[in-house]
């Protein structure tokens, strides 16, 4: 594994963290020791444990680069047109189904890595906090792009179009047919994502709304 030159802490941080989500994607959660990142990332022994004293610091670093990571991928629109600003609910689909395209393929073991991760986050409550915290970022950035799209409650939208976007990665990349699915369409995901910035800007009362509403 490649390691560029890290100098300052922050950097070091980020090397570490990054290390550790790679080593979750190859191994699972059973492979994330701090020796194991030292080990994996060309630091000297100790290093890791100098900067996360315990696995829990550990994954809820995890936590905070992976939802910057999909910010910056919101930023750039993968690697297609940027998902901001929105011009149109096509553009809007064309961005969402970019990014997707991306997390399906070149970003697919960061995406897999993520699903180990967070599965964590419902056995261990002291990573709760730190794992609310990392996804707040992402949704207040859907919510954005929703609401500059017309979206009556766009908080509410976000929470909609985030668990369906989450549900299509997991269906595709670890789901019971993932094995045996053709490579990522981009046309096709350019028809899921409008579908699911449609029913996500849907009318609350209109079937796929909030409970609020019945």
């Known amino acids: 594994m490649s390691t560029p030159r890290q100098s ?13 989500i790679g080593l979750v994607a190859a191994t699972g959660l059973r492979g994330l020791t701090h020796r194991a990142v030292d ?23 995890c936590y905070q680069r992976l939802a910057d990571l999909d910010l910056e991928d919101l930023d750039l629109g993968g690697e297609g047109p940027s998902v901001l600003p929105v ?8 961005a969402l189904a970019g990014l997707l395209h991306r997390w399906l393929t070149v970003g697919r073991e960061r995406q897999l890595a993520r699903f180990e991760l967070s599965l964590e986050a419902a056995r261990n409550p002291a990573l709760e906090a730190d794992f609310l915290r990392a996804g707040q970022g992402p949704r207040a950035r859907a919510a954005g792009i929703l609401a500059a799209l ?24 670890a789901g019971a047919l993932a094995r045996s699915r ?25 079937g796929l709304g909030s409970g609020h509403d019945r």
């Not at 802490?9 to 570490?16: G, M, N, S, V, Y």
């Not at 011009?87 to 064309?94: G, K, L, M, P």
């Not at 995901?189 to 849907?202: E, F, G, K, Q, Y």
Request: aromatic share 6%; glycine share 8%; charged share 25%.
């Open 87 to 94: 011009q149109d609910r096509a553009a809007a689909a064309a």
């Open 39 to 61: 080990g994996a990332a060309g630091l000297p022994a100790g290093s890791t444990s100098y900067y996360f004293r315990t696995r829990t610091a550990l994954i809820g670093a």
């Open 8 to 20: 300052a802490p922050a950097d070091r941080r980020t090397l570490i963290a990054d290390t550790a």
């Open 150 to 173: 017309g979206a009556d409650r766009p908080e509410e939208a976000a929470e909609l179009l985030v668990a369906w976007t989450d549900g299509l990665l997991y269906d595709r990349l």
């Open 182 to 206: 053709l490579a990522p369409d981009p046309a096709e995901l350019t028809s899921v994502a409008r579908r699911m910035i449609d029913a996500a800007l849907a009318h609350p009362g209109q």
